[in-house]
C-alpha cells in the first residue's frame, strides 16, 4: 500500500503527542478503538474558560493512517470551540491526507476520539 505524502509527513513527525494531567479540570479525553483493526486512539483537549480548545495531544496504537490521522486532528481543533471540533468530518481528514479507502476506518477513528474527548468535558463540566 502506498502511503501518501502528507500520511507519511505526520506519521514520521507526528504532532502533539503525549498526554495531559487527566485531573486537570480543562482537561478532558476522548479514548476509541477501532474494531475492525484493534488500533486505539487516546486524544486529549485543554479547554480555555471562553470555551475554546487551546491545547491537544495525542497517543495512537496503530497503523501509520491512525497516527497521521489523530497528529492532523490535534492540529485542527486548536482554537475551535468544542462545537466546532465536533464538526470535524472524517472524510475531512481522508480527504487531507489522500486516504485509500481501505483505510477511511482510521478517519473514522479521530473524528470518533475527538468527539468523545468533547463529550467527556461537557460530562465533567455539567452542572
Ligand atoms: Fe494493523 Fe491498523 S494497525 S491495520
Ligand atoms: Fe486501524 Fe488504521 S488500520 S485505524
Known amino acids: 500500500m502506498a502511503y501518501?505524502?502528507?500520511?507519511?509527513?505526520?506519521?514520521?513527525?507526528?504532532?502533539?503527542?503525549?498526554?495531559f494531567d487527566k485531573n486537570?479540570?480543562?482537561?478532558?479525553?476522548?479514548?476509541?478503538?477501532?474494531?475492525?483493526?484493534?488500533d486505539v486512539m487516546k486524544l486529549q483537549i485543554?479547554?480555555?474558560?471562553?470555551g475554546v480548545i487551546e491545547d491537544a495531544k495525542f497517543k495512537t496504537y496503530g497503523c501509520g493512517s491512525a497516527i497521521a490521522s489523530s497528529s492532523l486532528v490535534t492540529e485542527w481543533v486548536k482554537g475551535k470551540t468544542l462545537d466546532e471540533a465536533t464538526q470535524i468530518?472524517?472524510?475531512?481528514?481522508?480527504?487531507?491526507l489522500a486516504l485509500p479507502p481501505v483505510k477511511i476506518h482510521c478517519s473514522i477513528l479521530a473524528e470518533d476520539a475527538i468527539k468523545a474527548?468533547?463529550?467527556?468535558?461537557?460530562?465533567?463540566?455539567?452542572?
Open 46 to 50: 485543554k479547554v480555555g474558560d471562553n
Open 4 to 19: 501518501s505524502d502528507k500520511v507519511i509527513d505526520h506519521y514520521e513527525n507526528p504532532r502533539n503527542v503525549g498526554g
Open 89 to 96: 468530518k472524517n472524510t475531512d481528514i481522508a480527504e487531507e
Open 117 to 127: 474527548a468533547v463529550e467527556d468535558y461537557k460530562t465533567k463540566h455539567q452542572n
Open 24 to 38: 486537570d479540570p480543562a482537561v478532558a479525553t476522548g479514548m476509541v478503538g477501532a474494531p475492525a483493526c484493534g
